[in-house]
Protein backbone atom coordinates (compact mmCIF):
# COMPACT_ATOMS: atom_id res chain seq x y z
CA UNK A 1 0.00 0.00 0.00
CA UNK A 2 1.40 3.69 -0.99
CA UNK A 3 0.85 6.09 1.40
CA UNK A 4 -0.58 9.50 0.73
CA UNK A 5 -2.27 11.82 3.98
CA UNK A 6 -4.76 13.78 2.51
CA UNK A 7 -4.50 17.80 2.75
CA UNK A 8 -6.28 20.98 2.36
CA UNK A 9 -5.54 20.65 -1.52
CA UNK A 10 -7.18 17.55 -2.02
CA UNK A 11 -10.53 17.67 -3.92
CA UNK A 12 -11.25 13.83 -4.58
CA UNK A 13 -10.16 10.15 -3.93
CA UNK A 14 -11.67 7.99 -6.89
CA UNK A 15 -11.81 4.51 -5.87
CA UNK A 16 -10.39 2.64 -9.15
CA UNK A 17 -10.57 -0.89 -8.27
CA UNK A 18 -9.27 -3.21 -5.47
CA UNK A 19 -5.16 -1.72 -5.70
CA UNK A 20 -5.43 1.64 -7.18
CA UNK A 21 -6.90 4.74 -6.40
CA UNK A 22 -6.83 8.34 -8.27
CA UNK A 23 -6.17 11.60 -6.07
CA UNK A 24 -7.61 14.64 -7.59
CA UNK A 25 -5.43 17.85 -5.74
CA UNK A 26 -6.07 21.46 -6.68
CA UNK A 27 -3.14 21.34 -9.09
CA UNK A 28 -2.07 17.92 -10.08
CA UNK A 29 -3.89 14.40 -10.41
CA UNK A 30 -2.49 10.96 -9.83
CA UNK A 31 -2.92 7.40 -9.05
CA UNK A 32 -1.71 5.60 -5.68
CA UNK A 33 -1.32 2.16 -5.10
CA UNK A 34 -4.08 1.74 -2.52
CA UNK A 35 -7.65 1.51 -2.22
CA UNK A 36 -9.59 4.92 -1.31
CA UNK A 37 -10.40 3.14 1.57
CA UNK A 38 -6.75 2.41 2.36
CA UNK A 39 -6.32 5.82 1.71
CA UNK A 40 -9.14 7.51 4.06
CA UNK A 41 -7.74 4.84 6.66
CA UNK A 42 -4.29 5.79 6.06
CA UNK A 43 -5.47 9.87 6.79
CA UNK A 44 -7.11 9.25 9.68
CA UNK A 45 -4.36 7.73 11.13
CA UNK A 46 -1.80 9.82 10.01
CA UNK A 47 -3.74 13.09 11.75
CA UNK A 48 -4.04 10.64 14.79
CA UNK A 49 -7.43 8.69 14.58
CA UNK A 50 -8.85 6.24 12.76
CA UNK A 51 -11.13 5.35 10.18
CA UNK A 52 -13.48 3.37 12.60
CA UNK A 53 -13.32 5.99 14.94
CA UNK A 54 -14.20 8.63 12.70
CA UNK A 55 -16.92 6.94 11.22
CA UNK A 56 -18.20 6.08 14.90
CA UNK A 57 -17.82 9.72 15.68
CA UNK A 58 -19.80 10.46 12.82
CA UNK A 59 -22.61 7.90 13.34
CA UNK A 60 -23.16 9.50 17.25
CA UNK A 61 -23.45 12.79 15.87
CA UNK A 62 -25.37 12.44 12.99
CA UNK A 63 -27.68 9.40 13.94
CA UNK A 64 -27.57 7.42 10.39
CA UNK A 65 -25.53 4.42 9.79
CA UNK A 66 -24.69 4.57 6.58
CA UNK A 67 -22.36 6.74 3.91
CA UNK A 68 -21.01 8.86 6.62
CA UNK A 69 -18.77 11.68 6.40
CA UNK A 70 -15.53 11.76 7.72
CA UNK A 71 -13.51 14.93 9.42
CA UNK A 72 -10.12 13.36 8.60
CA UNK A 73 -8.62 16.42 10.73
CA UNK A 74 -10.46 18.69 12.29
CA UNK A 75 -8.38 21.94 13.50
CA UNK A 76 -8.54 22.61 9.61
CA UNK A 77 -11.89 21.28 8.96
CA UNK A 78 -11.10 18.83 6.31
CA UNK A 79 -14.20 16.92 5.88
CA UNK A 80 -14.79 14.41 3.05
CA UNK A 81 -17.81 12.26 2.21
CA UNK A 82 -18.44 9.11 0.21
CA UNK A 83 -20.24 8.80 -3.01
CA UNK A 84 -21.81 5.64 -2.08
CA UNK A 85 -20.20 2.26 0.34
CA UNK A 86 -17.13 3.59 1.41
CA UNK A 87 -15.95 -0.77 1.09
CA UNK A 88 -16.90 -0.93 -2.57
CA UNK A 89 -14.30 -0.41 -5.13
CA UNK A 90 -15.49 2.29 -7.00
CA UNK A 91 -16.71 4.63 -4.40
CA UNK A 92 -15.52 8.41 -4.50
CA UNK A 93 -14.79 10.50 -1.53
CA UNK A 94 -14.95 14.62 -1.89
CA UNK A 95 -13.80 16.81 -0.06
CA UNK A 96 -16.54 19.15 1.36
CA UNK A 97 -14.67 22.85 1.64
CA UNK A 98 -13.65 22.81 -1.87
CA UNK A 99 -16.57 22.06 -3.49
CA UNK A 100 -18.17 25.12 -5.19
CA UNK A 101 -21.54 23.58 -6.28
CA UNK A 102 -22.81 20.66 -8.31
CA UNK A 103 -24.47 20.07 -12.10
CA UNK A 104 -26.40 17.56 -12.69
CA UNK A 105 -29.40 15.35 -13.49
CA UNK A 106 -31.17 12.20 -12.47
CA UNK A 107 -28.60 10.06 -13.48
CA UNK A 108 -25.11 11.76 -13.41
CA UNK A 109 -23.71 15.11 -11.95
CA UNK A 110 -20.67 17.20 -12.00
CA UNK A 111 -18.84 18.32 -9.06
CA UNK A 112 -17.46 22.41 -9.72
CA UNK A 113 -14.44 22.74 -6.77
CA UNK A 114 -13.82 25.91 -6.44
CA UNK A 115 -10.58 26.56 -7.91
CA UNK A 116 -12.40 25.55 -11.06
CA UNK A 117 -11.86 21.65 -11.75
CA UNK A 118 -14.69 19.52 -12.30
CA UNK A 119 -15.20 16.22 -12.08
CA UNK A 120 -18.20 13.94 -13.75
CA UNK A 121 -19.77 11.05 -11.71
CA UNK A 122 -22.28 8.80 -12.12
CA UNK A 123 -24.48 9.77 -9.63
CA UNK A 124 -27.75 11.77 -9.46
CA UNK A 125 -27.40 15.25 -8.31
CA UNK A 126 -30.07 14.60 -5.58
CA UNK A 127 -27.91 11.92 -4.06
CA UNK A 128 -25.34 14.09 -3.75
CA UNK A 129 -26.54 17.23 -2.56
CA UNK A 130 -28.17 14.86 0.24
CA UNK A 131 -24.02 13.60 0.90
CA UNK A 132 -22.81 17.29 0.90
CA UNK A 133 -25.58 18.11 3.09
CA UNK A 134 -25.21 15.74 5.68
CA UNK A 135 -21.12 16.68 5.62
CA UNK A 136 -22.16 20.37 6.50
CA UNK A 137 -24.45 19.19 9.27
CA UNK A 138 -21.24 16.99 10.94
CA UNK A 139 -19.59 20.48 10.20
CA UNK A 140 -22.12 22.50 11.83
CA UNK A 141 -22.65 20.38 15.03
CA UNK A 142 -19.53 19.84 15.06
CA UNK A 143 -18.55 24.09 15.69
CA UNK A 144 -21.41 24.11 18.26
CA UNK A 145 -19.71 21.86 20.33
CA UNK A 146 -16.99 23.99 20.72
CA UNK A 147 -18.79 26.87 21.20
Not at 30 to 44: G, L, R, T
Not at 56 to 75: A, D, N, Q, V
Amino acid sequence: MEKYEIGKNTLAVIGMGRKTAKIIESDSDFIVNSMAYEVMDHSCCYYGSSYSGRTEGSREILKCEYKLPIIIEETREIIFFPTQSPYTDACIWLSLENIDHIEGNEKNCTIIFKNGKTLTIFKSKDSIENQLYRATRLKYLISERKK
